[in-house]
């Protein structure tokens, strides 16, 4: 894994970043885009559970956001992940991931990670494998939509990756 720059600052996300994160998503050209309204939300409701990467600029760069589910409150769900293209291979996505991780065992006692990952998108693939091995936990997969629930245009099934246990001495 590549060094994230060292005057990366990672921290929750505020309201005023959602566009940001939009237009992040946006610019990715893989990941599902959600209205900018739900950034906007995302970042007032759920900013405690997500984080955002700025540059040397203090204009976010990358962000990871996700939240604890309500049937299993020690789970974090990341719901998506993404960086700036011109930021992108410098490590700054499993920056987040470690530090979102790290902080969430800590304040809020998480012993686990999910995400789901459509078949093929490797990037996210290695980003969560690597996940798991820097923190000494195993990965299960299991498909958790199949494509033929998903209405409107072809989708691709969301394969379901479960990583713990996650602990603080693991999650450092």
């Not at 940001?20 to 990941?31: F, V």
Request: glycine share 8%; charged share 20%.
């Amino acid at each position: 894994m590549t060094a994230a720059p060292a005057d990366l600052l990672i921290e929750e996300p505020a309201t005023a970043d959602g566009a940001a994160l939009w237009r992040i998503a946006k610019d990715s050209k893989t990941l599902d885009l959600n209205s900018s309204y739900s950034y906007l939300l995302w970042c007032r409701d759920f900013s405690g559970t997500s984080v955002v990467a700025r540059g040397a600029d203090g204009e976010p760069v990358g962000f990871v956001t996700g939240y604890l589910r309500p049937d299993r409150p020690r789970t974090l769900l990341v719901w998506q992940v993404a960086v700036d293209a011109g930021h992108r291979g410098l490590g700054i996505a499993a920056s987040l991931l470690d530090s979102l991780a790290a902080r969430l065992v800590t304040e809020r006692g998480i012993t686990e990670l999910e995400t789901t990952i459509t078949p093929g998108n490797t990037a996210s693939e290695r980003l969560f494998t690597s996940f798991a091995e820097r923190h000494g936990a195993r990965v299960s997969r299991e498909v958790l939509f199949p494509a033929d629930l998903f209405p409107g245009a072809p989708h691709d099934p969301e394969v379901l990756y479960r990583i713990g246990p996650l602990t603080e001495t693991t999650a450092l």
